[in-house]
């Protein structure tokens, strides 16, 4: 398995003189070591070393094509449970309850399934936690 680590930092330096020559030590305001919380094969490095992102802007993401098939799926499910559960509704006087209970449980079961599967194909999109400058990039690492 490959890892990617990201660094972020933001760093903020105004001087403002003429003829100044000074060794010092720049530090970060923030920083944050960014990875996937979920393995899988890299598709794209949407930043590079110096690159400036704000908060919440998509730095790296996972090959998730099979996820986003999954999603359109559980949203098809959605669509469909909620028109049977909305049929039996304006029949719901004349079923016996527990019919009535299993189509509730059907629908209810595919909108958890679909916020389910939103929150797996969120885990495959690396993104800034805030505004800042990539400092360092490592990949390759054999894990």
Known sequence: ?????????????????????????????????????????????????TSQVKKDDIVATLKNDDLKARLEISKTAVKYAKLDYDRQIKVKHMIDKSKFDKFAFKYE???????YQ??????????????????????????
């Open 1 to 49: 398995m490959r890892k990617l680590i990201l660094g972020l930092a933001i760093l903020t330096l105004s001087l403002s003189a003429s003829n100044i020559y000074a060794t010092f030590t720049v530090q970060a305001k923030k920083s944050a070591n960014l990875a996937f919380s979920s393995s899988g094969i890299i598709n794209k490095i949407l930043v590079d070393v």
């Open 109 to 115: 079961n595919a909108k958890a399934q679909l916020i």
């Open 118 to 143: 939103q929150s797996i194909l969120d885990k495959t999109i690396l993104k800034a936690p805030f505004d800042g400058v990539i400092y360092i990039k490592v990949q390759n690492l054999e894990m």
